[in-house]
């Protein structure tokens, strides 16, 4: 059975730092990959930072030079630092997690549950 568990989230004022994580769990499944995106309710979900099986980075113009997007393929992990926070920042905060299968070698994707940021002024 596969899980990707979200965790990090919190209250934070202006200013401060949150660094979110997202989990894989899943037998025979090597991390490739990792986006993630916000969702404030009733708007829709954007993307806010990605990376790429071949290491480029890509970030949201909101949040260049604030957020960081990492993995740690050893411990199926991905990582978004958040620094600098502001009030526009407070959103539901997603994952999407690129995997490749080691005995099919096929490609799957998975969703983290949603952790929430709120970030106060």
């Known amino acids: 059975q596969v899980q990707v568990v979200a965790s990090g989230g919190g209250s934070v004022q202006a200013g401060g730092s949150l660094r979110l994580s997202c989990l894989l769990s899943?037998?025979?499944?090597?991390?490739?990959?990792a986006d993630w995106y916000r969702q404030v309710k009733g708007k829709e979900r954007e993307l806010v930072a990605a990376?790429?099986?071949?290491?480029?980075?890509n970030y949201a113009d909101s949040v260049q030079g604030r957020f960081t997007v990492s993995t740690d393929s050893a411990k199926n992990t991905a990582f978004l630092q958040m620094n600098s926070l502001k009030p526009e920042d407070t959103a539901a905060y997603y994952c999407k997690l690129s995997t490749l299968s080691v005995s099919d070698r096929r490609k799957y994707e998975y969703w983290g549950q949603g952790t929430q940021v709120t970030v106060s002024s």
């Open positions: 899943g037998r025979g499944l090597r991390l490739t990959a």
């Open positions: 990376t790429a099986s071949d290491g480029d980075l």
